[in-house]
């Protein structure tokens, strides 16, 4: 019988015993269903098997002994879909392959099987050799067809990267990059050649050594790590990303490589920035506002009882404010404010703080303060800066204020009892006629 004849008449048994040979080459989870699997192995045999039947010329039959084919077949159709098809599956070029080698064996196994030790004859062995060349054929039209689409996928998907906005990069198992897109290069200002094979902290980032050990615990972990990071632009302004390093992994469970993506988000830390600005500032003076003042004075207080340490705290009330607000008018009132604000704030240290609660009422924070005589001192400068007259709207305005000191924890170990006991200080000072300071006495 000859070759093809065989291979039509024996096709399901050839498919039952090559389905479980294929089975053993493939990985598990690139196993199309059963069905879907043999209806494309006899698609490949069908059309091997017509080519078998089909006359040969020498100028063919040398060809194919060189590896070409002039004369295209159903089979070049059937193995070109298969090797992209399997591409689309997931599938290696390996177990691509594999799949054709595998049938190959099947077929002539069991040929030889049914041929019951009979002489093989010339036509027989012809039909063998064909049948080796159309599979071979086939393997390299489907190996070629799956590099193919390969390679027309990586360059689509480098395009759709080159123009995307957002970084895109991959590293090595050694930490090192592997792949850079475009948004990388002109963000780093280094081409891609000069990136590829470095590590994070071998690049001149200000924080490279960071970036780096968090691709170094994703591959150590095999879990992905998402941060952000600060660089500078070329316009001397620093640009904010959020970065993502994710793991890919093998199915044996071991990490791959590292896939990194970072994406520009300097414009929505900006808005984040001044949503935060508005929601713990004031308005008008641009002082901390009662919120804020809150937070950190309860922190200062809970610093001291663990440090050691003391806190004060001046609660400060401008004396005859609003006579002069109502004479001048609000707006008058404000500019008064703000200048009011810009006095205290220098009468401070840096390390201390200044907020506005609200109307008139200020409130200072100072820390770590040597003795209580340094805070008295801070409290005669405050009164001496205010006692300067104000320019406001071509008015000079003389002002004054009572100011009452409170300390953590000596007076007060809570934030409501601090601010209450420094307030009663205050009425103190204004009840003793204004324009001076008092300590809390209990």
Known sequence: MRLSEFIICDLEAILQEWECFAASLLEPDQMMDKRALRDHARKILEAVAADLTEPQTERAETAKSKGKNDLPTNNDAASISHGKERLA?????????????????????????????????????????????????????????????????ARVFDSILSFSPDLTFTFTLDGRFAYVNKATTDLFAHPSDQLVGKRFNEIDLPNGIELQQH???VILTKKQCRGEMCYPSHSGHSEFYEYLFVPIIYQDGTVEAVIGTAHNITERKAKEDESWHKANHDQLTGLPNRRMFLERLEQDIKNSGQLGSSTALLFIDIDYFKEVNDRLGHDAGDLLLRFIADRLRSSIREADSVARLGGDEFCV???????TTAVELVAENILTALASPFQVLNNFIHLSASVGIAFSPQDACTTEDLIRKADQAMYTAKSAGRNRYRCFYS
């Open 365 to 371: 924070i100072l820390r770590d303060f040597i003795n």
């Open 215 to 217: 691709v170094d615990l």
């Open 89 to 153: 599956l997931g599938f290696s070029l390996n177990a691509t392959i594999a799949e054709y080698r595998a049938l190959r064996a099947s077929v002539i196994r069991r040929w030889q099987k049914s041929l019951l030790g009979d002489p093989v004859s010339d036509t027989e062995i012809g039909d063998v050799i064909r049948f080796n060349e159309a599979i071979d054929q086939s393997i390299s039209h489907s190996a070629t067809s799956y590099s193919f689409e390969k390679e027309q996928q």
